[in-house]
């Protein structure tokens, strides 16, 4: 690593706990002008400190900080005497406490329920994890000013809410609020990036170091511990997940030789340390599986009766609306009690969720399974008209064209 | 997620609008913009040329070959698109909806989720 990756490391690492510092001091109504204050002392700081940092940046960061938000207060005329009274009446209040929380907090006001979904993601990945309007932009292959107009729409929202600032009736909800931001996160990043070159910023890196240190700031929740490692264990597949062409590769035809051990390792440790007396809540659920997969020598060898049995407890927990882990239940159905009892499931699923995506590529799956090729063959048609996206398209086509060549 | 709004025209629509209803149109593509813009699911916008225009190369016996006109014969053509990227499909319509298009008969909009998008500055 550079010198200078070492200094932008150090600056986004400090850079939510500044913004924590002077949330708490100006209040969460001032959120824009904090965040905008923030990013100010960060150019400083990339303009004064090339190559390396003063000795304490955090301490340095947070004076810029707050000398660039008064400056700021200063040159809103209409507001002028106000705000800047407010902001000489009210300096950031115990700078030194709460360490641990200053990355929750921003994390929390960032993944805010009233802001709009696209918007938290954006803040996070800005206020939070550092990252560029541009670095953003180029994530979601979206134009720059697109991204910095949600960024500028969720401070406003956050700025509207008023005393947005958590409180601790409210720590549940607003911890799953930003379990479900850190997971679209990810999400998102095998989705966009499924075939396309690597870019400077990665999704699924930010993803999981958030979420590392959201264990950090909140060691207790099972649901949080659950998290990172479902993130873990679903990394681990990644170098196996896409095949030579780009097209998707599905757990039965993966090289489970290229899975990432160490990850692995890593997940799987957190499942067991957790799980134990915990309350099994979707996260940790789907964690519990990915690491059944990840201990598996192959598909067969794959305890699908366990799995099975924690799908419906997923299923359970979340209240049965979430079409696609049924969906999920009705793989590990099919491998426990066999692929006709699969196919009945999906017929009543399908009549409850039509056009959900991937249902019709599991349902040509078992058909061709069961030998049924010209009813496969139809399935892997839709599925294909189906596809959101271009590797699981390219796969569903060299599936179909194996059962019928010439017609794919 | 990504959706295309495709403009689907008809030429003859198109003659027999009056100048205010032209006009109309015209604001109301502005309007829109502006709109999507400030919500923050705008990605790009482009209007095509009459098809008239068009060249089309496809394989020939000796490698591509060029020919005039449109790719297929027909009344309608696209005259332009709406890229936007949005929460989900029902709010991709909503938005089709408000396009001025969709008020005038004759005219329509397709709507049609991306599956692969790169914009060069990636």
């Known amino acids: ?408 | 997620m990504k959706y295309v709004i495709m403009m689907q025209v008809d030429p003859a629509v198109m003659e027999n609008l009056t100048e205010e209803q032209q006009q109309r149109i015209g604001e109301g593509h502005g309007a829109f913009m502006s709109e999507i813009k400030e919500s923050g699911e705008f990605v790009a916008t482009q209007a095509l040329a009459d098809p008239s225009r068009s060249r089309v190369v496809r394989s020939g016996s000796d490698g591509p070959e060029v020919t005039d006109g449109p790719f297929a014969e027909s009344k309608e053509y696209l005259g332009g698109f709406y890229l936007v990227d949005v929460e989900n499909e029902a709010r991709a319509l909503e938005l089709a909806k408000r396009i001025p298009d969709a008020n005038v008969p004759g005219l329509a909009l397709e709507v049609r989720p991306v599956l692969f998008a790169d914009l060069g500055d990636g």
């Open chain 1, 1 to 408: 690593m550079t010198d200078e990756n070492r200094a932008a490391d150090l600056w986004r690492e400090a850079a939510p706990r500044v913004l924590a510092r002077l949330v708490r001091g100006y209040g969460s109504a001032r959120f824009d002008l904090c965040e905008d204050a923030v990013q100010e002392a960060l150019l400083d700081a990339h303009r004064q400190w090339p190559s390396g940092s003063p000795d304490d940046p955090l301490g340095w960061l947070t004076a810029t900080a707050r000398r660039r938000f008064v400056d700021r207060v200063r040159s809103d005329a209409r507001r002028r005497d106000r705000e800047e009274r407010a902001a000489r009446l009210h300096p950031p209040v115990h700078p030194e406490a709460a360490e641990r929380d200053d990355s929750l907090l921003v994390l929390q006001l960032c993944c805010h329920p009233e802001l709009p979904r696209a918007g938290r993601v954006a803040l996070t990945l800005r206020a939070v994890a550092g990252l560029t309007t541009a670095q953003i932009a180029g994530v979601y292959q979206l134009p720059e000013r697109t991204i910095a107009q949600r960024i500028t729409r969720a401070k406003r929202a956050l700025a509207a809410t008023g005393r947005a600032l958590p409180r601790p009736e409210h720590a549940a909800e607003r911890l799953t609020s930003v379990l479900d931001v850190l997971y679209l996160m990810f999400t998102e990043a095998h989705h966009t990036t499924g075939g396309a070159p690597p870019r400077d910023a990665d999704l699924a890196a930010e993803a999981i170091r958030l979420a590392r240190s959201l264990r950090d700031s909140v060691p207790d929740s099972a649901e949080v511990a659950g998290l990172l490692a479902l993130m873990l264990l679903t990394e681990a597949r990644q170098p196996a997940r896409i095949g030579p062409g780009g097209a998707l590769r599905p757990l039965d035809e993966q090289d489970r030789s290229l899975w990432d051990r160490a990850l692995i390792a890593e997940g799987t440790a957190l499942v067991e340390r957790v799980v134990a007396g915990a309350e099994p809540g979707p996260y940790l659920l789907q964690a519990c599986i990915a690491a059944l997969h990840a201990e598996a020598p192959d598909t067969d060898r794959t305890d699908w009766e366990e799995i099975l049995v924690l799908y419906r407890l997923l299923e359970s927990v979340t209240g049965h609306a979430n079409p696609t882990i049924t969906l999920n239940r009705i793989v590990a159905q099919a491998m426990v009690h066999g692929d006709a009892a699969g196919l009945a499931a999906l017929d009543e699923l399908a009549a409850r969720s039509p056009g959900l995506p991937r249902l019709e590529a599991v349902r040509a799956h078992l058909l061709e399974r069961s030998g049924r090729g010209e009813e496969a063959v139809a399935a892997y048609r839709r599925a294909i008209a189906d596809a959101v996206g271009l590797a699981e398209q390219r796969h569903l086509r060299s599936r179909l064209r194996r059962l019928a060549p010439g017609d794919g």
